[in-house]
């Protein structure tokens, strides 16, 4: 990889780094990941979750490593007023895994949208429900990461 000058921020994030960005959900983890410059957030696979367990786990620190990650930003599925249910506590709960796991800064950022966003983009594309199903999660991730970029970058 090649070297990118630094961009001290404020807020404690560097947008010249990798990000990698998780949709947590029960059964899938949708993973999105930045280029070293924090410009361009693109979809890149979907993991099993089997509840956030050990394998999920594992994959997500090779990701990390192969990619030189640096952060990590995981979706918090909010209610429709903003407040915090299971869904919310089980995506925190997640990110602490993964932060003691992967040893990087967990953020976390609303995601309330961003699945049904996916859905609409593939549903525009052409694509078939039936042929949606694993799909959804990693664009839905991108969505996220490119809404933390944004957010970040001002």
Request: glycine letters at 8%; proline letters at 5%; hydrophobic letters at 40%.
């Amino acid at each position: 990889m090649t070297a990118v000058a630094r961009r001290p921020r404020d807020d404690g994030y560097d947008l010249s780094v990798r990000t990698l960005a998780l949709d947590y959900g029960e059964r899938r983890i949708g993973v999105a990941v930045s280029d070293p410059t924090g410009a361009i957030a693109q979809p890149l696979e979907t993991i099993p979750a089997h509840a956030g367990g050990r394998d999920a786990l594992e994959r997500i620190a090779e990701l990390c490593k192969s990619l030189e990650v640096s952060q990590i930003v995981i979706g918090l599925p909010l209610h429709m007023n903003g407040t915090s249910g299971p869904e919310a506590k089980n995506a925190r709960a997640f990110g602490e895994r993964v932060r003691k796991r992967v040893g990087i800064a967990v953020d976390y950022l609303d995601e309330r949208w961003t699945s049904l966003e996916a859905e609409r983009a593939l549903d525009d594309a052409g694509v078939s429900r039936r042929k949606q199903r694993g799909r959804v999660d990693p664009i839905a991730a991108s969505l996220l990461l490119r809404t933390w970029l944004e957010l970040h970058r001002k």
